[in-house]
């Protein structure tokens, strides 16, 4: 018995095509095709979630200017908990000192929170919302220096309005 490279399906040994995905062990460069296409489609499906978790609409206020709302599809959420390692923590209390700004943790709170806002538009994108409105971001500092970031919205569903 053997594996198909491409899909895992077990395959007798006399086999010399794969009957869930057609891989065909006569010709060693199908392999590297089909790879090599497996792995274009999913880099344009990556490109295009990546580009719609970009532009979609994300906002603190309740109304959306130019929408009008047709369904509420309940709170959405995302976190992010990062570590401000040991480099953060000398460069904060070095800035604490001289009272200025700490450029390391404003850096790691910055990535934080767009961790965040990216995870909970994730989740409003897989539960088929058009935007999410009333955003609300908190910031909690954990045991052993981690930072918190937590982001909140309402997921709903909208048409253009005609203007």
């Known amino acids: 018995m053997k594996n198909c490279p491409l899909c895992g399906e077990m395959l007798g040994d ?3 095509k794969c ?9 060693p460069n199908a392999f590297k095709e ?22 979609f609409i994300t906002v603190s206020a309740h109304i959306l200017d130019g929408y009008k709302i047709t369904k509420y ?19 904060a209390s070095i800035s ?41 971001i908190d910031l909690n500092v954990l045991s052993n220096n981690m930072i918190l970031v937590s982001a909140n919205g309402t997921a709903v569903k909208f048409e253009k309005l005609n203007t």
């Open 14 to 16: 006399a086999v010399n």
């Open 19 to 27: 009957f869930n995905c057609g891989y065909d062990y006569s010709n």
């Open 34 to 55: 089909k790879l090599k296409e497996k792995q274009e489609t999913h880099e344009k499906l990556k490109k295009q979630e990546d580009d719609r978790i970009k532009n």
């Open 73 to 91: 599809m309940g709170i959405v959420h995302g976190e992010a908990a990062l570590g401000t390692g040991a480099f953060s923590e000398m460069n």
């Open 96 to 136: 604490d000192f001289f009272g200025s700004n700490s450029t390391g943790f404003q850096s790691k709170l910055a990535s934080a929170q767009n961790m965040a806002i990216s995870v909970m538009k994730e989740n409003a994108i897989r539960n088929g919302a058009d935007g999410i409105i009333a955003v609300d």
